[in-house]
């Protein structure tokens, strides 16, 4: 792997879905390629590295890719990088079963969060065990009519922000279920 790219893209489909030993296995290798870039990127002096995960509820939801991920995470924001985690299941990041610790810490230790609309039970579920603010629960409740729009929450702070997304483009992002 070129660690001296711009971009770099892993990509790791079904590894969570796979055996859970199988995708583990998937998730530690490609875990261990970031951490190589990382050090890469801290060793050329940079200061901004950026690790997208989409579909975090696949890899949330998978007991030996959860602790991977969340100590991930951790060594990403200790490399001053940036992690990201997109999920469409507030289920997967507040799971009660033993051992899903690690992705309500992933919730708690994140500076920032971005929270689009979402079903009823997401939202109290965020309102509960995310311990979000009762106006900012109604806030979101309310985005499922208002189209492309999203409540960031940066540092504990909480502001509304409109996505100005051109016509053409919104059918290609388009979500099933909420209708937005």
Do not use: C
């Not at 995960?53 to 940036?82: C, M, S, Y």
């Not at 997109?86 to 992933?106: C, I, K, P, Q, W």
């Amino acid at each position: 792997m070129d660690f001296t790219a711009p971009l770099i893209v892993v990509h790791v489909a079904d590894a969570a879905d796979a055996d859970d030993r199988l995708g583990a296995l998937k998730m530690a290798l490609d875990g261990a390629a970031v951490r190589e870039m990382l050090e890469a990127e801290r060793d050329r002096g940079r200061r901004y590295t950026a690790v997208y995960f989409e579909e975090g509820q696949r890899l949330l939801e998978n007991p030996h890719a959860r602790r991977f991920v969340a100590d991930l995470f951790t060594a990403i924001r200790k490399r001053n990088g940036l992690a990201m985690l997109a999920t469409n299941s507030t289920r997967a990041l507040f799971a009660a079963e033993a051992g899903v610790a690690a992705a309500g810490d992933m919730w708690q230790n994140a500076r920032g969060k971005v929270l689009l609309a979402m079903a009823r039970e997401a939202v109290e579920d965020v309102r509960r065990q995310g311990k979000v603010p009762e106006e900012v629960a109604r806030l979101i409740e309310g985005l499922r009519l208002a189209g492309h729009v999203a409540v960031l929450e940066w540092d504990g702070r909480y502001e509304v922000v409109r996505m100005d997304v051109a016509a053409e483009e919104a059918g290609m992002y388009r979500t099933r279920g909420l209708g937005a």
